[in-house]
Nanobody, 120 residues
Framework: QVQLVESGGGLVQAGGSLRLSCAAS????????MGWYRQAPGKQRELVAS???????RYADSVKGRFTISRDNAENSVYLQMNSLKPEDTAVYYC??????????????WGRGTQVTVSS
């Protein structure tokens, strides 16, 4: 089985920074896209940022210039550096990844989420 485990959430004042980490473990043959989503209370889950195995990145307009996604393919890990945080960034942040456990399988996996709270 494959697991994604997030860490790094917490409470921070507006203008502050946090770094989220997510590590994939288990039976892993290859990892395609890794990304971060977030869900605020009463809102739909939305893409924050994603990164391919080749390093191509994609960001939500609301976080461009403030957040940076990166990954360590050797460690099966993805990171989200969040700077200049705003109260509207408050949400549960979820790690997501498309992972193959063999040459013939591919599944979409989610972490359990980590809470990020930005106070004004």
């Amino acid at each position: 089985q494959v697991q994604l485990v997030e860490s790094g959430g917490g409470l921070v004042q507006a203008g502050g920074s946090l770094r989220l980490s997510c590590a994939a473990s288990g039976k892993i043959f290859s990892i395609n896209v890794m990304g971060w989503y977030r869900q605020a209370p009463g809102k739909q889950r939305e893409l924050v940022a994603s990164i391919t195995s080749g390093g191509s990145t994609r960001y939500a307009d609301s976080v461009k210039g403030r957040f940076t996604i990166s990954r360590d393919n050797a460690e099966n890990s993805v990171y989200l550096q969040m700077n200049s945080l705003k109260p509207e960034d408050t949400a549960v942040y979820y790690c997501n990844s498309g992972i193959s456990s063999s040459r013939y399988t591919y599944s979409d996996y989610w972490g359990r989420g980590t809470q990020v709270t930005v106070s004004s």
